[in-house]
């Protein structure tokens, strides 16, 4: 909490003395300043008031004015601030902030030490500690004494504003009088104590220690009689008065001199009498806003309990969630300031709220706070996750004599693949280090990424905190420390029912109420808590609310010369200067920004965001142009940043140009290990080539390749990220009909392989044939060659699987051969990805085991993340066939923590696929059925192409073992007939469950095979069933002799996505209907060593 006696950072504060007891007055180096009109003299007073606590903008606006403040009254303040600033610092460099009078939401505040203000000296002296020695101790109240010239802040004594902490200084004076007249007539002083209490016992007839003190200095004289007479003077006033009688102390005085004891006349070994406080009466100085947060002592408790466990037993990670303004980041930075205050060492990293940031930002962030800065010696930087995450250990490992280390990865729901890779890094190395890891986030905005990183990390989450609304009391807590005062029952349930407990929101609505009052909270705003800030930013002066929207317009920390730049007010130069720089003074102390020499930053996000929305949109694309004027003019202006602008200011006359700025950022992300985030760059870089026409056959063919390469670079980018498979598709297919057009085999070959990325699982909608596709890279096989035959031969595999599953291991086979001959280890992983993608299916299953080995070291020796993570995917599926659930567990938690963004999605999708297998092993089908129904949800809103099928098949699982697929005949006669080999024998169980036999036998007898790639076990469970309910005995034994292989197997486990039980479940029952009943028995027997098999791997798992 800001204090009075902290002093300034420079030494302007050592050579200022402001003088208030007595008229004002203010001295630099000893000479008298000019501290300007009453008014503006006011504002100093007022502040040293606050005895150097904050005091709002709208307290000293009323105060000033008297409670009828003037419409410009702000502006008035702040430019009274400003001027006052100028004559108390005038050495100051520009734009250095200013360290004497400073802003501090959400006002203004004194930073001097107590020696630079004559009464803060002189309260230090009164209330401090005695000195040893009891002569020193009466110098030291002799000096604090002579600093009183008159009444306390002169000319302002009057105001009501000043006359509380007027009274309190005259209390305190008294309370020093009586220190000192205690220890002067102890030390041969009487006659001057005398003197002096003469004049304060008539100024206070009642104070009763005058008046002992008093009699006592004229005792010590040899004034008996005038001694008694002052006491007579004492007890007639108090009868007459008051009624009462004088205080024993006093009565015994009186006694001790008539009967002239021996104790008067010699004084006792001096003793310093303690301070007697003054009743310190209503508080002047507003409330500090920099205090802990109200409502949260729980969550703090909680989380430092968590911060014990990391200093002694290693890295922990705490998650904390809540929505916007829910008071993530603040509890966050409390958390850091204790430990702090406890010699922990602390990092902030703030995940960017727009784009334009360099990879893993927050991470970058913490590094400079870390104190590491760039080596100039590597080549690299800090251009890889690798190295971000050594600088990080590094620097952690150099504050080793710290008992610990706290992180904190703020705004973790915007979080970039990077960011989340350095954070899984991190916890690997870093796993016995005494550090604990707090990542907040809003839970609705958290992508499929962070879901997975959760998911990777939980062997060293510690918790998962959701912050709910404050309590009555964190309300009225929070809304007194911005000014509000008691909030009463009435005034909580309109905080309460306005804000739901919402820190951010109790907070803007208990200032807009301290300020306007109630009524302004009933009747004039509408729900939001954009509503309340804006009606707050309206009320602030013009130029304010200009420097806001400028600022908001590079995002949440934006250049103080970018704001200039922007700025048209007064033309430039210093005088421009001046006004922003004045603005920004006033947004500080109204709590909206902070500033720093170079920059200011919103307060938080919702700020920013209110405010960029306000711009309309044609000035804000106009200066989003500007903008980008301004950073080519800064030497190594970051590419993405210039990119973010340029396509939000794009005009007519400077498309080309954007196109240019975007393309070459879009490149640069591309190139780095996280492809994927470079979607959205390729994606606007696709947009403006649309937008100047270039799609169109009239465009110049230099024009329309270049929006080909674009549209093949997003296509990878898409496949990366991996969730949105559907648009991946189309402009994939957009690419190769402009390639087409052009007739240009080069560029028809790109659009045909530029789907580079790992493939776990199908990237066709219901695995429906793309003939129009397959045909393409049919012709275009033979003219394909050395590494681009490789990636051809790649992409027609994930075209075919599933439709022709033969011709895709063929050519998957033929990859494998070709990509050895190459020396590229990008197209060999994605050689030997396919490859091992068609052995899922029956037909190349028994070499999946060495296959997925050989996957797992070509990905390893290449040291490509995705495909390191594809590898313990497969070889989870792996894993899973032989029925190891806790292998396939421990496979697909390794996955996670080397996967990229889009990788770690899918593999959150197949742990929670996963998770309802194993329940629904397990016997809870009911929870089974709730993490179906969840991951489908979470699927679909990711624009999933397959989370329809995922859905599907997971209702299937359900209505298996419910012993119905009944309900299911709708939804399966739909998708039978675009997927026959898929779902028909699915459907024919249906029917038959549904009492629709004639309808299933007809189904049946049309049926074609099932498609034989990873769900051939699934849905060959329901081929049997089918078989043996329709008693179709030829089929039925032609479908057991090859069935008989997979004895000893859990059917549909090898997907690692859906179970329907033992094999031999299926497999006795046809043996019974073909009569061979000693095979039922074995197979009933080799059901049961599967179960036992599986509730051994359950009870691993600690799921028994």
Same mark, same amino acid.
């Given at each position: 909490?800001?204090?009075?006696?902290?002093?300034?950072?420079?030494?302007?504060?050592?050579?200022?003395?402001?003088?208030?007891?007595?008229?004002?007055?203010?001295?630099?180096?000893?000479?008298?300043?000019?501290?300007?009109?009453?008014?503006?003299?006011?504002?100093?007073?007022?502040?040293?008031?606050?005895?150097?606590?904050?005091?709002?903008?709208?307290?000293?606006?009323?105060?000033?004015?008297?409670?009828?403040?003037?419409?410009?009254?702000?502006?008035?303040?702040?430019?009274?601030?400003?001027?006052?600033?100028?004559?108390?610092?005038?050495?100051?460099?520009?734009?250095?902030?200013?360290?004497?009078?400073?802003?501090?939401?959400?006002?203004?505040?004194?930073?001097?030490?107590?020696?630079?203000?004559?009464?803060?000296?002189?309260?230090?002296?009164?209330?401090?500690?005695?000195?040893?020695?009891?002569?020193?101790?009466?110098?030291?109240?002799?000096?604090?004494?002579?600093?009183?010239?008159?009444?306390?802040?002169?000319?302002?004594?009057?105001?009501?504003?000043?006359?509380?902490?007027?009274?309190?200084?005259?209390?305190?004076?008294?309370?020093?009088?009586?220190?000192?007249?205690?220890?002067?007539?102890?030390?041969?002083?009487?006659?001057?104590?005398?003197? #002096?209490?003469?004049?304060?016992?008539?100024?206070?007839?009642?104070?009763?220690?005058?008046?002992?003190?008093?009699?006592?200095?004229?005792?010590?004289?040899?004034?008996?009689?005038?001694?008694?007479?002052?006491?007579?003077?004492?007890?007639?006033?108090?009868?007459?008065?008051?009624?009462?009688?004088?205080?024993?102390?006093?009565?015994?005085?009186?006694?001790?001199?008539?009967?002239?004891?021996?104790?008067?006349?010699?004084?006792?070994?001096?003793?310093?009498?303690?301070?007697?406080?003054?009743?310190?009466?209503?508080?002047?100085?507003?409330?500090?806003?920099?205090?802990?947060?109200?409502?949260?002592?729980?969550?703090?408790?909680?989380?430092?309990?968590?911060?014990?466990?990391?200093?002694?037993?290693?890295?922990?990670?705490?998650?904390?969630?809540?929505?916007?303004?829910?008071?993530?980041?603040?509890?966050?930075?409390?958390?850091?300031?204790?430990?702090?205050?406890?010699?922990?060492?602390?990092?902030?990293?703030?995940?960017?709220?727009?784009?334009?940031?360099?990879?893993?930002?927050?991470?970058?962030?913490?590094?400079?706070?870390?104190? #590491?800065?760039?080596?100039?010696?590597?080549?690299?930087?800090?251009?890889?996750?690798?190295?971000?995450?050594?600088?990080?250990?590094?620097?952690?490992?150099?504050?080793?004599?710290?008992?610990?280390?706290?992180?904190?990865?703020?705004?973790?729901?915007?979080?970039?693949?990077?960011?989340?890779?350095?954070?899984?890094?991190?916890?690997?190395?870093?796993?016995?280090?005494?550090?604990?890891?707090?990542?907040?986030?809003?839970?609705?905005?958290?992508?499929?990424?962070?879901?997975?990183?959760?998911?990777?990390?939980?062997?060293?989450?510690?918790?998962?905190?959701?912050?709910?609304?404050?309590?009555?009391?964190?309300?009225?807590?929070?809304?007194?420390?911005?000014?509000?005062?008691?909030?009463?029952?009435?005034?909580?349930?309109?905080?309460?029912?306005?804000?739901?407990?919402?820190?951010?929101?109790?907070?803007?609505?208990?200032?807009?109420?301290?300020?306007?009052?109630?009524?302004?909270? #009933?009747?004039?705003?509408?729900?939001?808590?954009?509503?309340?800030?804006?009606?707050?930013?309206?009320?602030?002066?013009?130029?304010?609310?200009?420097?806001?929207?400028?600022?908001?317009?590079?995002?949440?920390?934006?250049?103080?010369?970018?704001?200039?730049?922007?700025?048209?007010?007064?033309?430039?130069?210093?005088?421009?200067?001046?006004?922003?720089?004045?603005?920004?003074?006033?947004?500080?102390?109204?709590?909206?920004?902070?500033?720093?020499?170079?920059?200011?930053?919103?307060?938080?996000?919702?700020?920013?965001?209110?405010?960029?929305?306000?711009?309309?949109?044609?000035?804000?694309?106009?200066?989003?142009?500007?903008?980008?004027?301004?950073?080519?003019?800064?030497?190594?202006?970051?590419?993405?940043?210039?990119?973010?602008?340029?396509?939000?200011?794009?005009?007519?006359?400077?498309?080309?140009?954007?196109?240019?700025?975007?393309?070459?950022?879009?490149?640069?992300?591309?190139?780095?290990?996280?492809?994927?985030?470079?979607?959205?760059?390729?994606?606007?870089?696709?947009?403006?080539?649309?937008?100047?026409?270039?799609?169109?056959?009239?465009?110049?063919?230099?024009?329309?390749?270049?929006?080909?390469?674009?549209?093949?670079?997003?296509?990878?980018?898409?496949?990366?990220?991996?969730?949105?498979?559907?648009?991946?598709?189309?402009?994939?297919?957009?690419?190769?009909?402009?390639?087409?057009?052009?007739?240009?085999?080069?560029?028809?070959?790109?659009?045909?392989?530029?789907?580079?990325?790992?493939?776990?699982?199908?990237?066709?909608?219901?695995?429906?044939?793309?003939?129009?596709?397959?045909?393409?890279?049919?012709?275009?096989?033979?003219?394909?060659?050395?590494?681009?035959?490789?990636?051809?031969?790649?992409?027609?595999?994930?075209?075919?699987?599933?439709?022709?599953?033969?011709?895709?291991?063929?050519?998957?086979?033929?990859?494998?051969?070709?990509?050895?001959?190459?020396?590229?280890?990008?197209?060999?992983?994605?050689?030997?990805?396919?490859?091992?993608?068609?052995?899922?299916?029956?037909?190349?299953?028994?070499?999946?085991?060495?296959?997925?080995?050989?996957?797992?070291?070509?990905?390893?020796?290449?040291?490509?993340?995705?495909?390191?993570?594809?590898?313990?995917?497969?070889?989870?599926?792996?894993?899973?066939?032989?029925?190891?659930?806790?292998?396939?567990?421990?496979?697909?938690?390794?996955?996670?923590?080397?996967?990229?963004?889009?990788?770690?999605?899918?593999?959150?999708?197949?742990?929670?696929?996963?998770?309802?297998?194993?329940?629904?092993?397990?016997?809870?089908?009911?929870?089974?059925?709730?993490?179906?129904?969840?991951?489908?949800?979470?699927?679909?809103?990711?624009?999933?192409?397959?989370?329809?099928?995922?859905?599907?098949?997971?209702?299937?699982?359900?209505?298996?073992?419910?012993?119905?697929?009944?309900?299911?005949?709708?939804?399966?006669?739909?998708?039978?007939?675009?997927?026959?080999?898929?779902?028909?024998?699915?459907?024919?169980?249906?029917?038959?469950?549904?009492?629709?036999?004639?309808?299933?036998?007809?189904?049946?007898?049309?049926?074609?095979?099932?498609?034989?790639?990873?769900?051939?076990?699934?849905?060959?469970?329901?081929?049997?069933?089918?078989?043996?309910?329709?008693?179709?005995?030829?089929?039925?034994?032609?479908?057991?002799?090859?069935?008989?292989?997979?004895?000893?197997?859990?059917?549909?486990?090898?997907?690692?996505?859906?179970?329907?039980?033992?094999?031999?479940?299926?497999?006795?029952?046809?043996?019974?209907?073909?009569?061979?009943?000693?095979?039922?028995?074995?197979?009933?027997?080799?059901?049961?060593?599967?179960?036992?098999?599986?509730?051994?791997?359950?009870?691993?798992?600690?799921?028994?």
């Amino acid at each position: 909490m800001a204090v009075r006696g902290a002093g300034p950072a420079g030494d302007a504060g050592s050579r200022l003395r402001i003088s208030v007891l007595g008229s004002l007055s203010c001295e630099l180096d000893s000479e008298p300043l000019d501290l300007g009109p009453r008014r503006q003299r006011a504002v100093l007073a007022r502040l040293v008031a606050g005895r150097g606590r904050v005091v709002s903008t709208d307290r000293l606006i009323d105060d000033l004015w008297n409670g009828e403040p003037p419409p410009k009254a702000l502006a008035g303040l702040q430019v009274q601030v400003s001027n006052l600033r100028r004559v108390i610092e005038p050495s100051r460099p520009p734009r250095a902030p200013a360290t004497v009078l400073v802003s501090e939401q959400p006002g203004y505040a004194l930073r001097l030490p107590d020696a630079a203000v004559d009464a803060w000296e002189f309260e230090a002296t009164v209330t401090g500690a005695a000195s040893d020695s009891p002569e020193r101790r009466l110098d030291e109240l002799d000096a604090a004494l002579r600093l009183w010239r008159g009444d306390p802040y002169g000319g302002f004594a009057g105001d009501s504003w000043a006359q509380p902490e007027v009274a309190r200084l005259h209390d305190l004076r008294r309370s020093a009088i009586e220190q000192w007249a205690a220890l002067a007539v102890d030390h041969g002083r009487a006659a001057q104590v005398a003197q #002096v209490l003469a004049a304060e016992c008539d100024d206070q007839p009642a104070r009763e220690e005058f008046f002992r003190l008093f009699a006592l200095a004229l005792y010590r004289l040899g004034r008996q009689a005038d001694a008694l007479a002052a006491l007579r003077r004492l007890r007639s006033y108090l009868a007459d008065e008051l009624g009462v009688d004088p205080a024993p102390a006093i009565q015994q005085l009186e006694r001790d001199i008539l009967q002239q004891s021996s104790s008067l006349d010699t004084p006792a070994v001096p003793q310093t009498p303690a301070p007697a406080m003054p009743s310190p009466g209503p508080s002047t100085a507003a409330p500090d806003e920099r205090r802990e947060p109200a409502g949260r002592e729980d969550e703090l408790v909680l989380l430092s309990g968590h911060a014990d466990t990391a200093a002694a037993d290693g890295l922990r990670v705490v998650w904390v969630s809540a929505e916007a303004g829910g008071g993530k980041s603040t509890l966050a930075q409390t958390l850091v300031g204790r430990l702090e205050s406890g010699g922990w060492v602390g990092a902030t990293g703030h995940c960017p709220e727009v784009d334009g940031a360099p990879t893993a930002w927050a991470w970058r962030e913490m590094l400079q706070q870390l104190a #590491v800065q760039r080596d100039s010696n590597t080549s690299e930087g800090l251009d890889t996750t690798f190295d971000i995450a050594r600088r990080m250990v590094d620097a952690c490992a150099a504050r080793s004599t710290a008992p610990g280390t706290i992180l904190v990865l703020d705004d973790a729901h915007r979080a970039d693949g990077a960011t989340l890779q350095v954070l899984r890094q991190l916890v690997t190395w870093m796993a016995r280090s005494p550090i604990l890891v707090l990542v907040t986030y809003r839970a609705s905005e958290a992508g499929v990424d962070l879901l997975a990183t959760t998911a990777s990390l939980a062997a060293v989450t510690a918790d998962h905190v959701d912050l709910k609304g404050l309590s009555d009391n964190g309300i009225r807590e929070l809304a007194r420390s911005v000014g509000l005062g008691d909030v009463d029952a009435t005034l909580l349930d309109l905080l309460r029912s306005r804000t739901d407990g919402n820190p951010l929101f109790t907070r803007e609505l208990a200032k807009l109420i301290a300020s306007r009052g109630p009524s302004e909270a #009933v009747d004039g705003i509408p729900d939001g808590v954009k509503n309340v800030l804006l009606q707050r930013i309206q009320r602030l002066p013009a130029e304010v609310a200009t420097v806001l929207r400028l600022a908001a317009l590079f995002g949440r920390t934006a250049p103080i010369d970018g704001v200039l730049a922007l700025w048209s007010r007064s033309g430039g130069g210093a005088a421009a200067e001046d006004e922003v720089l004045d603005a920004v003074d006033t947004a500080v102390a109204a709590g909206l920004l902070t500033a720093d020499i170079d920059s200011v930053h919103f307060n938080h996000v919702l700020v920013r965001d209110t405010v960029y929305d306000s711009v309309p949109a044609l000035r804000k694309r106009r200066l989003h142009w500007q903008i980008v004027k301004f950073l080519e003019r800064v030497p190594d202006a970051d590419p993405d940043e210039l990119a973010h602008h340029a396509a939000l200011g794009v005009a007519t006359d400077t498309l080309d140009h954007a196109i240019e700025l975007v393309t070459r950022a879009a490149r640069a992300r591309f190139r780095t290990e996280f492809k994927a985030d470079s979607a959205e760059s390729w994606r606007s870089a696709v947009l403006l080539h649309e937008s100047a026409g270039h799609a169109g056959a009239d465009a110049r063919a230099a024009d329309r390749r270049a929006l080909v390469d674009a549209l093949t670079h997003l296509v990878t980018a898409l496949a990366f990220r991996g969730d949105d498979t559907i648009e991946a598709r189309e402009r994939r297919r957009q690419a190769l009909d402009l390639a087409r057009g052009l007739g240009d085999d080069d560029l028809v070959m790109s659009a045909l392989t530029c789907w580079r990325a790992p493939v776990i699982w199908t990237i066709r909608r219901q695995r429906v044939a793309d003939t129009e596709l397959i045909a393409a890279m049919t012709d275009a096989l033979p003219r394909a060659t050395d590494v681009q035959r490789v990636y051809l031969l790649v992409s027609a595999v994930f075209e075919l699987e599933g439709i022709d599953d033969l011709h895709a291991i063929g050519l998957a086979e033929q990859a494998v051969q070709a990509a050895t001959q190459h020396d590229d280890p990008e197209a060999l992983c994605a050689a030997w990805n396919a490859r091992v993608y068609t052995a899922l299916g029956p037909d190349a299953s028994a070499g999946l085991p060495d296959f997925t080995d050989e996957f797992a070291r070509v990905a390893r020796e290449s040291g490509i993340l995705a495909y390191q993570a594809a590898a313990h995917f497969f070889s989870f599926l792996a894993r899973a066939a032989q029925t190891d659930l806790p292998g396939a567990a421990s496979e697909v938690q390794q996955g996670l923590r080397s996967a990229s963004a889009g990788r770690a999605g899918e593999l959150v999708v197949v742990l929670s696929a996963f998770s309802a297998v194993l329940e629904a092993l397990g016997g809870d089908i009911d929870r089974a059925e709730g993490e179906y129904r969840d991951l489908t949800a979470r699927l679909e809103a990711a624009g999933a192409v397959n989370a329809a099928e995922i859905g599907l098949v997971g209702e299937m699982v359900i209505g298996w073992f419910r012993g119905s697929l009944a309900h299911l005949v709708e939804p399966l006669g739909v998708v039978v007939g675009a997927a026959p080999q898929m779902v028909s024998w699915p459907y024919v169980v249906a029917l038959l469950d549904a009492g629709r036999p004639d309808e299933a036998r007809r189904v049946a007898e049309t049926a074609p095979p099932v498609s034989r790639d990873f769900y051939w076990t699934a849905m060959s469970v329901f081929h049997a069933r089918a078989l043996v309910r329709l008693q179709m005995v030829e089929a039925a034994a032609e479908l057991y002799d090859e069935l008989r292989r997979w004895s000893g197997t859990v059917a549909g486990l090898n997907s690692g996505s859906v179970v329907f039980g033992p094999m031999d479940v299926v497999l006795a029952e046809l043996a019974e209907l073909l009569g061979d009943h000693a095979a039922a028995a074995d197979h009933r027997r080799s059901e049961a060593k599967v179960r036992a098999e599986v509730e051994s791997g359950l009870t691993a798992l600690g799921r028994r």
